[in-house]
């Protein structure tokens, strides 16, 4: 029976990574993996969860399982941080661990879906592996644009989809740091897009994956706060992985928002269940080491400090690209508006295999690049290579 799978295609940011470790080059750049790197081009450990490991270690008296919905007190300490002053709204936000971000986003579309959702709205691009979860689990995706030419988010083309949308649809929005494009929503935007959810009996998802990346904690969670103050329910997916660099360790949470404590118990119900049969429960590890930092006041104060060194350095190369301004046909200027990680530049598969082949830059096959890979010392290279192949 296994005869009747078709071949897929292999991953094809996975089989760039081996392209780059392949090349033989020095001076080749890697703006292809989104993972954060530091001015070397490393992806290191945080201290403050370090600490919090050594004494996971010492401490650690058991490794039995912990259940479906994971470690309680890793989901109940973030929520401050997450959610700020008032973390439950009154008992009506409650939490579990999931695997990754990955796990809290294909358990809010199956949650969706056993509530009786069918289309889920979504600007594009969105993260790649946004519409595959999706789609598997049974639901149409409905795709409005996201970003303009100018480089800044489409609210008409929002505005457009939400208002043709009612009960039985999910809109899919991205909290901060918006993968690829880096083009998030102001906070004037933000107002209206709660308004507007407010009346169109929509179920609100965001996903929420890089907080403290783009302008800090509060900041970059002023839209999901913002949309949760204005709706009946919501579901909220989180992810530690890039915040906490536990990229290995899958660290993720799924939020749930109901009209009264009773409802959102009922939800959270249906996540477990969900969840049991599909990874039974959650790793520890990783979980178990960011309640340890958030439940010391000292490694909470270390942890945030390095993640500001993170966000400082992605706003400097930011800055740097776009003050170079106009590379070749690429205006990179736009790039000093938008937050976190990614951007968006309008090359062709041509031209990105030229910058590839001629001068050691990899990226994405899309266009999208880490900002993350570029340093002081190589960016003016890798803005000459654009000037050289889009010019």
């Known amino acids: 029976m296994l005869d009747r799978l078709d071949q897929q295609p292999p991953d094809a940011l996975l089989a760039l990574i081996k392209l780059f470790e392949a090349d033989e080059r020095v001076d080749k750049i890697d703006l292809g993996v989104g993972v954060y790197r530091t001015a070397e081009g490393e992806t290191p450990v945080f201290e403050s969860i370090k600490a919090a ?9 058991s490794k039995g399982y912990l259940g479906p919905e994971g470690d309680m007190g890793f989901v109940h300490a973030l929520m401050p941080h997450v959610f700020g002053a008032d973390p439950t709204r009154g008992g009506r936000i409650e939490g579990m661990q999931t695997p990754g971000g990955t ?3 294909r358990l809010a579309a199956a949650l969706a879906a056993r509530a009786g959702v069918k289309r889920v709205l979504m ?11 999706v789609s598997d689990v049974g639901l149409e995706v409905v795709g409005f644009t996201h970003a303009t030419a100018d480089g800044t988010a489409d609210m008409d083309a929002l505005m457009g989809t939400l208002g043709e949308a009612g009960p039985g649809d999910a809109v899919l929005l991205h909290g901060c740091c918006h993968n690829p494009t880096g083009i998030d929503y102001t906070p004037d935007q933000w107002d209206r897009i709660a308004q507007v959810l407010s009346q169109r009996g929509v179920l609100p998802t965001i996903d929420l994956a890089y907080q403290g990346l783009g302008e800090g904690m509060d900041e970059d969670a002023y839209g999901m706060r913002k949309v949760l103050s204005a709706v ?5 997916a989180f992810s530690c992985d890039k915040n906490f660099g536990l ?22 119900s249906n996540g477990h269940s969900i969840a049991r049969a599909t990874w039974s429960m959650p790793p520890d590890h990783g979980a178990a080491a960011v309640r340890l930092v958030l439940c010391d006041d000292a ?5 945030l400090e390095e993640l500001g060194s993170m966000r400082e350095r992605i706003q400097a190369v930011r800055q740097k690209l776009a003050a170079a301004g106009q590379a070749g046909a690429v205006d990179l200027a736009p790039l000093g508006r938008q937050h976190g990680m990614f951007a968006m530049l309008p090359l062709s598969r041509e031209q990105i295999a030229a910058l590839r082949a001629d001068h050691g830059v990899y990226m994405a096959g899309s266009g999208r690049i880490n900002v993350a890979g570029l340093t002081t010392g190589n960016i003016d290279r890798f803005v000459a290579a654009l000037e ?4």
């Open 388 to 391: 050289h192949v889009s010019g």
């Open 103 to 105: 796990g809290a986003v």
């Open 299 to 303: 490694l909470t104060r270390s942890w």
């Open 247 to 268: 990229y290995r360790d899958r660290v993720g949470a799924l939020y749930v928002m109901g009209e009264d404590p009773a409802h959102a118990e009922r939800i959270i």
């Open 232 to 236: 009946p329910e919501a579901l909220v």
């Open 123 to 133: 600007g594009t691009p969105s993260w790649p592996n946004h519409a595959p979860i």
């Open 53 to 61: 490991e050594r004494r996971l270690v010492e401490e650690q008296a």
